[in-house]
């Protein structure tokens, strides 16, 4: 790719080589390894975008997911791609997102921002990641009655804590494992569905199915756009690349095209295998696995359950254990991104100190990796014991929390393409959107609106449905756990963010000295 800078005829500050933050995170950056290679990066960006936690909730909701992926592949995951790429490139300093922002807004905003994307990770590894891994368990091995599932809930936790403490060389193998333990399990699904297919034949699809409609974007549009981010990931640990400016771009094109056959294949297997009635939010993928492995050895009963024998049993276990790793990894993976975003805010004013420091043993932010890890083993405990054990509504609430964090600071970030383009146009550009001024408005207006839509309908589900014509009713897109009790959700959603943001705001008080200090 050659180099592209934006030009313009009046004066402005210098491009930013390496953004002027405190004197405290200049005595952090001494201590990163640079250890990342673009292969690693491409690994990297292929565990964050295929997040297994949320293809039963996009199988749930019939064809017309796949019609809607392929929409919003066009309109948010290629100017999602072409932004972040052109920012990664041009700025490509640790903390990523945090330094755009706080580049482009200053730094208060960057940092409530940045609160928001780092505590979408604790909350999501806490919810719904942990919920399915559980569920995950008790559906292939054993079950987890009482104090047992909170114990194996803070193992699955904790083991990730330990694993994104790591320094970066020893840490990189984590991304790489989920990459590839993904690949082989949905691609060992695939391949078992076929092999179902050819045995018991397959549900069909009437084309009609496939027509998308308001009511299903409404219902969609959180999950596949979530399914759709991370690509700013990698830049948050740039400073750790050999060569960030070539490998980000990249590795955005080459794990985008990848994580979309990662996502269609599996999706259209569920809808092939399971009847529209049987596929679950929190249970479809794991049902769709155990009735697909029954070609091994194993038998499904007229009233739709599975039973597992033989080679059926050995390998649905192995699947499961592959599908729980999936997960940690996942979690563990946008740790690694998110947690040192949040080091460098700390360290540069916008936070406590004390959490912006880096680890001379390892490299890496520990403080906010073990603070993540304690705030995720609050939320599993609080979750469990108000949900009283339901997991279909503590995932629901978990992952629309998760989702509504970090889309709300999107809708902050992605603006920075522009607010920069204008700021520093003689920064050198290894990549830019294609179409100059135009180019760059286009892409961020359509990531920006997408995001800020789906923070409305997370909130309300079903916005907008039955107006002006458009079928079917609001009350019918609440997640069926929360059936009938749209106050609870609601609540469930804006309680936390209300929270969240009262923490911003003591982080950008503690982080008082810091600035004094600065200026």
């Given amino acids: 790719m050659t180099q592209a800078p934006v030009t313009s005829s009046r004066a402005h500050e210098p491009a930013p080589e390496t953004p002027d933050l405190s004197e405290g995170w200049d005595e952090q950056r001494g201590r990163l390894r640079k250890e990342l290679r673009r292969f690693d990066v491409l690994l990297f960006l292929i565990c964050t975008l295929v997040g297994l936690d949320t293809i039963g909730s996009v199988a749930a909701q019939g064809p017309q997911g796949l019609t809607w992926m392929a929409i919003l592949a066009l309109f948010f995951f290629l100017p999602y791609g072409l932004l972040v790429a052109e920012l990664g490139s041009a700025f490509p300093v640790q903390g990523g997102p945090y330094v755009w922002t706080r580049l482009a807004f200053g730094r208060l905003t960057a940092g409530l921002n940045q ?4 505590i979408s990770n604790p ?3 806490g919810g719904s990641l942990c919920i399915i891994a559980l569920t995950t368990w008790e559906e ?22 330990l694993a994104v403490v790591q320094s970066v060389r020893v840490g990189k193998w984590v991304p790489i494992a989920g990459a590839i333990a993904r690949i082989v399990l ?14 018991n034949g397959v549900h069909a699809l009437p084309a009609s199915e496939f027509t998308p409609t308001y009511a299903g974007f409404v219902a969609l549009v959180p999950v596949l756009i979530f399914n759709y981010v991370g690509f700013e990931l990698p830049s948050s640990a740039a ?27 599996p999706i259209l297997g569920i809808l092939f295998v399971l009847p529209s009635e049987r596929i679950g939010s929190l249970g479809g993928f794991i049902d769709a696995c155990k009735a697909v492995f ?27 254990a592959g599908l729980i790793i999936g997960l940690l990894t996942s979690g563990v993976t946008w740790a690694m991104g998110a947690h040192r975003a949040q080091a460098v805010a700390c360290a540069d004013g916008a936070g406590p100190a004390w959490l912006g420091t880096i680890s001379e043993k390892h490299g890496t932010p520990v403080r906010v990796n073990l603070l993540s890890a304690v705030l995720a083993s609050i939320l599993l405990v609080v979750a469990l014991n108000l949900t009283e054990g339901d997991g279909e509504k503590y995932f629901a609430a978990g992952l629309g929390l998760t989702i509504c964090t970090t889309f709300i600071s999107y809708v902050i970030t992605f603006p920075s393409l522009l607010a920069l383009r204008r700021k520093y146009p003689d920064t050198p550009r290894p990549y830019a959107v294609p179409g100059g001024r135009a180019g760059a408005w286009t892409v961020t207006v359509l990531a920006t609106c997408l995001v800020a839509f789906t923070v409305v309908v997370l909130i309300w589900p079903g916005f907008g ?18 059936a009938g009790q749209r106050l609870a959700y609601t609540l469930s959603q804006v309680v936390p963010l209300l929270v969240i943001a009262a923490i911003g705001l003591v982080f950008y008080a503690m982080g008082a000295k810091t600035r004094r200090t600065k200026n």
């Fill in 115 to 118: 609160i928001l994307y780092w």
């Fill in 123 to 125: 909350v999501w590894v």
């Fill in 140 to 161: 292939f091995f054993t079950p987890l009655p009482g104090l047992w599932k909170y114990a194996a809930g803070l193992v699955f936790i904790w083991g990730g804590a």
């Fill in 186 to 199: 949905l691609g060992f699904f695939l391949v078992s569905v076929v092999v179902f297919a050819l045995q």
């Fill in 239 to 265: 400073e750790e690349m050999r060569n960030p400016r070539r490998d980000i771009p990249l590795a955005i094109l080459r794990s985008g095209l990848a994580s979309l056959l990662l996502y269609g294949g």
């Fill in 294 to 320: 029954t070609v091994y050895g194993g038998s499904i009963a007229a009233d739709g359950t599975v039973t597992l024998t033989g080679a059926g049993a050995v390998l649905g276990g192995i699947a499961a």
């Fill in 465 to 482: 449905v039955g107006w002006f014509g458009t079928e079917g009713s609001a009350a019918d897109s609440l997640p069926e756990a929360f």
